[in-house]
């Protein structure tokens, strides 16, 4: 017989139902939703313990904004309207959806050292020399995309 833990007596005053549209809300955030809640962390990460189904359900309905989400964004990219288009494109370039695309907004976000050093000017300009090749890498990028939209639509023959 598997371990059930016992439901925490600082959880007895919640409702079910309120915990589990609150770790919806912050996206199974245990941290961010028992501070909304009013509750020690451990106690609400026990009461997820004590029923799986909270979380479960949670993540169900997060899927679900999700699923929604890029259903409107699709549909946008499909409208006949040209700034549901433009809001389309920005969304999904604006995604993580889009990382590693030259056009995308969003970086990556690299782990920050944990040092308190500074770092090294060696290092500060290898990063600078690669940035610089990165911008100028994705500006032939962008010209060559907008000279094959300009050839395709702005021909002087159409």
């Excluded at 600082?10 to 919806?24: E, H, N, Q």
């Excluded at 939703?33 to 993540?59: C, F, I, M, Q, S």
Aim: charged share 30%; hydrophobic share 40%.
């Amino acid at each position: 017989m598997p371990f059930i833990p016992k439901f925490p007596e600082a959880c007895r005053r919640l409702d079910l139902d309120l915990v589990r549209r609150t770790l919806t809300k912050h996206r199974l955030d245990i941290c961010a939703a028992a501070k909304e809640l009013g509750v020690n962390r451990a106690d609400l990460r026990r009461l997820t313990w004590h029923d799986p189904k909270l979380l479960e359900d949670a993540k169900w309905a997060c899927d679900l904004y999700v699923i929604h989400c890029r259903s409107l964004m699709i549909e946008g990219l499909f409208s006949s309207n040209r700034r549901k288009q433009e809001w389309a494109v920005d969304r999904i370039l604006s995604s993580s959806l889009a990382l590693g695309h030259p056009m995308a907004t969003v970086v990556r976000s690299r782990p920050k050292s944990k040092s308190n050093r500074p770092p090294s000017p060696f290092l500060m300009e290898i990063a600078r020399r690669r940035a610089l090749k990165k911008a100028e890498r994705n500006r032939a990028c962008a010209d060559a995309d907008c000279g094959a939209w300009n050839r395709q639509y702005l021909s002087p023959d159409s």
